[in-house]
Every structure is written in C-alpha cells, then in structure tokens.
C-alpha cells in the first residue's frame, strides 16, 4: 500500500511540480490551496506526511500546523514546511507548532525527496 502525502499550498505550478515528483516515487498526493483547504482535507483519512507553505491566504501554513497537530488523528503526523521563508524566529515559530523539517524554496526535488523519506510513517 502506498503512502500517502497532503501538500498544502497556495501555488498551483508549485503543487504540480511537488505532487509529479512524488507521485513518480509512487507516492499518493492529496493537494489543498491554502491552510483552510489543508484541515478540510484532515477528514480522517490516513496522511503519512503533510508538506505545507508558510505564506497563504485564509489561514498560514504555521497556523494550519497548530490546529492540524490539535486533531487526535493527525498529532503524530510529521510535517515539513516548504516556503520561501527563511526567518529564523519564523523558523522556531514553525517548529514549535510541530514541524519536523524546513525547506527553502527554491528546492532541489532529490533532496526534498530525501527528506520525505526519513519523515514518512511506515
């Protein structure tokens, strides 16, 4: 069975990019547009990773962290913020609200998927 990664984002061609690379290291991708987006999607299905931006309209990734880590099914879900954002109290911000991993944008697919890899949940 394969696993499953929600990629929460506001930019589409980023969305695309992301979910062709994952998807070709057969991966299953769920897409949201924004924070809001992301918990209607945290329906209680299986997500054995989430990949989120910091910068969105409605509601920014770090507070969609906040509240998603708040739901009994996704507490234990690793996230990894992947944003233009490289503020180190925005940083510490983003991992305090349970972000295991940082990745500045622009990314080099390999060493994103690398990082997926280490996150995913068996």
């Known amino acids: 069975m394969s ?3 929600l990629i929460v984002d506001d930019s589409f061609s980023l969305r695309h990019t992301l979910a062709i690379a994952l998807k070709a290291s057969g991966y299953e991708v769920v ?6 987006d992301g918990l ?3 329906d209680g299905r299986k997500f054995n990773l989430i990949i ?3 910068n969105m309209p409605n509601l920014d990734g770090i507070s969609f962290v906040k509240q998603a880590k ?4 996704y507490r234990f879900t690793p996230v990894i913020m992947l944003t233009t954002e490289v503020d180190q109290a925005k940083v510490a911000e983003g991992k305090a609200a349970g972000a ?5 944008k622009p990314f ?3 060493a994103l998927l690398e990082a ?5 949940q068996p």
Do not use: C
């Open 108 to 110: 080099q697919p390999p």
């Open 40 to 42: 209607a999607k945290l």
């Open 52 to 54: 989120s931006d910091v």
């Open 31 to 36: 897409e949201a547009v924004d924070g809001l």
């Open 100 to 104: 295991r991993a940082w990745v500045v």
């Open 70 to 73: 708040a739901l009994p099914n």
């Open 116 to 120: 997926v890899a280490e996150l995913v």
């Open 3 to 5: 696993k499953t990664i």
